[in-house]
């Protein structure tokens, strides 16, 4: 399984990850991707799918099943909410 | 609290209801008769969602007490259709697309009719200003005009058909 | 998902029908939330604070309770306390006990209009007696209102418990700011110290309200089961039961939710202020409980959209390049931590490709309502400042402002702000409209002056569920769980009767409650006509599967021998090539062939893209008097493709209207004993129709790949623009910059008399 970057867009970084907003990691989906950063940043987990959005490879994914297959770039995204 | 009694004409059948005499008619129309198309926006005259005809002369129903009506005749977004055929002003509303929300739209309605009542063939400009008394905060007003526009063409082609 | 499936040649879509419930609307019969009445129903009022900050040290409810008819008060202290969870509803997440606080003090009042009781009785009248007549203890408490003031590390507190943000090493926290939010990308610093030219300045603007013409009202009523049944207005009933069973603590199943007609929203009913109010009053009397809002209520209770703050600096090379962005915005979000910040950071500079900057966005708390979404909510206020910086620019440089904009605008394919890919975006084909549009090579009068800008909002879709079902005589039923706030009962028919070949006039539009059908977010964040009309043809093809595998039957054939086409199913192969079946042939015969034709499905698309406009504006100013006139507006906007031209020409025209309302009329009024004192239609004035110019639009169709019929959310982006095109309009006219709003006549009696 090839790794695949992590880019956590604020407030995320600051919020869950002390202000880190790289990793590196390697996962089958963003399943995975989410329970890997929540060792990281614990909580990240249960606010990810009300508060985060997933860019794969600059496409947003909202199916987190789908294979990240030979991905290089996951964003981690706030939501935009609207009016 | 002593109630009043009152006895009036709304959009042209008898009908009486029972008032406190702090009431506004707008109250006595939505609460006392069922008449829920005339709508409160802001209780103080500056929208026009209550918009009635009171005499044929146009009002904001939420400045005028219930008590006032007695012997009077009113006439509301709910007489404005005769039967189930709708009045010009209403078709062209919807022609033109001139209601996003439609909570605005009665006190347009009547507004509308009053206006082209007096003055058939209105200028846009004096369109603008019959209506600035009622507030719609979804269309920016430009279909609202057009549709008033159209409509006063179309009742004067009736009239000179007639 | 592919390429739209119908390329330009559609039978239904972007026609103009009448929509399906216009009748009920040009009529008065439509039901809104201010006209629903329950069958024994009490009428319910609420006591709010007078002061901006307060401790509530007692209040005492006995009078109250002794008026004749009052069946139930409460207070703070008859809501469950709830641990600060967030609530899962879709976009509009939030904190729960936030919400459960903004809806009923709880210990202390945070803002003139804080609810602090409420009661119910037998009439409207007995209600308000008994208000009146509950005593409240205050200890009133340091406020504080302005941003500016506000954000100042020795301001007072907002309120006890705010978890001040971290504003990285060595900087002491400030008490009200409880998010700071950098963005940066390049160096901003050094390619502004190298620009050729660089233009600066402080853009300030006052919180605005939605104005939406119907305010809030809800009947609740709590059954002996625990079972609550709510009927009111909302942008998405789904979302009020999310809200409502978080705030009172109880299951999401035992909330069922009636969406009645809105009257309007604009972001500002996609959250809740009255319905767990009433179920709580509803839970003491034992009988269903109407509260509603006076527009007093509205003004002072219920959501702004934040006031900003904002620095802006540009650099640009002598080619009018932009090289560099430093933006600081500092945005209010009332007595409670809000997003919108960080969505006008997301939008600073949207539109544009910049190599360098560096974008700082700052929330602050201030004794005001816990801010409400309004139309694109925090891109306006930026977009002010950018723009008019942008024009400044331009102006600095002599170029045209829109070839400047060319210049600078950002492709399809280009990567935004937050990472993503834009994909096939509009601006340049808007910016080229809109230069190319008789109104901007007008001839202007005197005092007159024109102003343009551009920007954007990023849209969203997200989940939603439909069903198309078929009567035996052909007719089809679509069920949807959208709010028609502006017309998207028509679109919704008119991509089903599209997808189906039937005509529209077929086809027929339910909102269902939310025990009917699944979970749709709320109508909001320009979202409805792209994700459920997502959720619609994607029914729809459901149910023509389902025909084509009747029709199959009815002809004694494989499924994957008949096709779908026109409205009728065709048989390909065997004996019956070449026949046909209408969809009302093969419904008539659904008992016959395995019973009732229906499919619904959820879906949950993320391929919306963002919409971007460009806007002309023609300002007259009297110079006697300091009143602007906007003598001429034009709208040109990106849609994707327009299901119902009419309706989307209407959100371009309605959204103008509302930045122009900010521009030039709009805010609140504080004053220094921290009160609302315009809280009336009277003194918060939004635009009349006499105010107004037509509003032409110009409908730039570049097609959305990610939606059947090239859907792109067109709701929110034509209120960002305006302030700018406005305001750049009006500093043009009088000869200095205008960048406090709103540009009232005072202000500009004052610049144009050396003020």
């Known amino acids: 399984m090839p790794s695949v970057k992590i880019v956590v867009m604020p407030p995320f970084d600051r919020e869950f990850f002390g202000g880190t907003d790289r990793f590196e990691l390697t996962a089958k989906t963003l399943f995975g991707v989410v329970n890997q950063l929540d060792e990281i940043g614990p909580g990240f987990a249960d606010l990810a799918d009300v508060r985060a959005a997933f860019a794969v490879d600059g496409e947003v994914q909202p199916d987190w099943s789908v294979s990240l297959g030979d991905a290089k770039e996951v964003i981690v995204m706030q939501k935009v909410a609207g009016g | ?162 | 998902m592919n390429a739209p499936e119908a390329k330009g040649s559609f039978k239904f879509v972007g026609s103009r029908p009448i929509r399906p419930d216009g009748v009920e609307k040009v009529t008065g019969k439509a039901v809104f939330g201010t006209d629903y009445k329950a069958a024994n129903m009490l009428h319910g009022a609420i006591v709010r604070s007078p002061h901006p900050h307060a401790r509530i040290k007692s209040i005492d409810t006995s009078k109250a309770e002794a008026v004749p008819g009052v069946k139930a008060v409460v207070t703070g202290a008859d809501f469950p306390s709830i641990e600060d969870i967030i609530v899962r509803t879709g976009e509009s997440s939030g904190s729960a006990l936030d919400m459960s606080t903004n809806i009923m003090a709880k210990g202390e009042a945070l803002y003139d209009g804080h609810a602090v009781a409420a009661v119910a009785a037998v009439t409207k009248q007995a209600a308000l007696e008994a208000a009146r007549l509950i005593a409240v203890d205050y200890e009133v408490l340091p406020h504080v209102i302005d941003i500016n003031d506000a954000f100042a590390a020795e301001a007072p507190k907002v309120k006890e418990g705010i978890q001040a943000a971290d504003l990285g090493e060595g900087q002491a926290t400030r008490p009200n700011v409880t998010m700071k939010f950098p963005m940066a990308k390049g160096d901003a610093a050094a390619a502004m110290a190298s620009a050729a030219h660089v233009v600066s300045g402080h853009y300030s603007l006052k919180p605005v309200h939605q104005g939406y013409i119907e305010p809030h009202a809800a009947v609740a009523t709590w059954k002996a089961d625990g079972k609550v049944d709510v009927w009111c207005s909302s942008q998405g009933q789904f979302d009020v039961r999310g809200l409502t069973a978080s705030v009172l603590h109880i299951d999401v199943g035992n909330v069922r939710v009636m969406p009645l007609e809105i009257g309007g929203g604009f972001g500002g009913k996609t959250t809740i202020y009255l319905e767990p109010v009433a179920a709580l009053l509803s839970k003491k009397s034992g009988r269903p409980v109407r509260v509603a809002m006076t527009r007093e209520e509205v003004f002072r209770a219920t959501g702004p959209a934040p006031g900003g703050e904002i620095d802006v600096k540009l650099g640009a090379d002598a080619d009018g390049k932009i090289v560099a962005a430093e933006i600081d915005l500092k945005y209010s979000s009332g007595a409670f931590s809000g997003g919108d910040v960080w969505a006008g950071a997301a939008h600073s500079i949207n539109h544009y490709a910049i190599e360098n900057y560096a974008v700082t966005g700052w929330n602050v708390l201030c004794n005001m309502p816990k801010h409400a979404a309004y139309r694109a909510p925090g891109a306006p206020q930026i977009n002010f400042a950018v723009e008019c910086a942008v024009n400044d620019l331009a102006e600095k440089l002599g170029m045209d402002p829109i070839e400047m904009r060319l210049k600078n605008a950002v492709l399809p394919g280009a990567t935004g702000p937050m990472g993503n890919t834009l994909g096939e975006i509009g601006l340049v084909e808007c910016l080229e409209a809109a230069k190319a549009h008789p109104h901007y090579s007008a001839p202007l009068g005197a005092n007159q002056a024109r102003g343009v800008a551009c920007g954007s909002w990023m849209n969203y879709g997200g989940p939603s569920t439909a069903a198309v079902a078929l009567a035996d005589d052909g007719s089809v039923l679509v069920t949807e769980g959208n709010p028609d706030i502006g017309g998207s009962r028509a679109s919704m028919a008119l991509m089903a009767a599209e997808t189906l070949g039937v005509p529209y006039e077929k086809v027929s539009v339910t909102i269902a409650d939310t025990g009917s059908i699944g979970y749709s977010m709320v109508t909001g964040g320009s979202r409805t006509t792209y994700a459920t009309g997502i959720a619609v043809i994607e029914a729809a093809k459901g149910v023509i599967n389902i025909m084509r595998e009747r029709a199959a039957k009815m002809w004694e054939c494989d499924a994957g021998d008949v096709e779908w086409d026109d409205g009728k199913a065709v048989c390909k192969t065997g004996d019956n090539a070449g026949k046909t079946l209408t969809l009302a042939e093969i419904a008539a015969k659904a008992g016959a062939t395995g019973g009732p034709i229906a499919f619904e499905n959820g879906v949950n698309p993320l391929q919306h893209l963002p919409g971007y406009g460009a806007h002309i504006c023609d300002v007259e100013v009297d110079k006697e008097t300091g009143n602007v006139s906007v003598v001429r507006y034009t709208v040109v906007q990106d849609v994707g493709k327009a299901i119902h031209p009419a309706y989307v020409e209407g959100q371009m025209q309605g959204g103008a209207v509302q930045g122009i309302g900010w521009a030039l009329n709009e805010a609140y009024i504080y004053n220094k004993d921290g009160r609302l004192d315009n809280a009336g239609f009277l003194d918060y004035r939004i635009p009349v129709a006499s105010d107004m110019p037509m509003i032409d639009t110009v409908m730039v169709e570049k097609a959305n790949p990610g939606h059947p019929y090239g859907v792109k959310g067109v709701g929110e982006v034509p209120i960002v623009p305006p302030l700018a095109a406005v305001g750049s309009a009006v500093s043009k006219a009088v000869g200095k910059p205008m960048r406090s709003l709103p540009i009232s006549p005072d202000k500009v009696h004052a610049a144009l008399n050396g003020g």
């Open chain 2, 1 to 162: 609290m002593s109630r009043i009694h009152v006895t009036t004409t709304v959009n042209g059948d008898e009908r009486e209801y029972l008032c406190s005499p702090g009431q506004t008619l707008l109250d006595a129309l939505r609460d006392e008769l069922g008449m829920t198309g005339s709508k409160e926006g802001c209780g103080s005259g500056d929208c026009g969602a209550c918009t009635v005809v009171l005499d044929g002369e146009m009002v904001c129903s939420c400045l005028v007490l219930a008590a006032e009506a007695e012997g009077r005749r009113v006439d509301t977004i709910e007489g404005v259709s005769e039967g189930s055929e709708l009045h010009p002003i209403q078709q062209k509303f919807l022609e033109n697309a001139a209601l996003q929300c439609g909570f605005c739209t009665p006190g347009f309605i009547v507004a509308s009719k009053a206006l082209l009542e007096k003055n058939p063939n209105p200028t846009e400009t004096e369109v603008r200003y019959w209506l600035a008394g009622n507030l719609c905060r979804c269309t920016g007003y430009d279909k609202i005009v057009r549709a008033v526009m159209d409509a006063a063409a179309e009742l004067r082609q009736e009239r000179t058909a007639a």
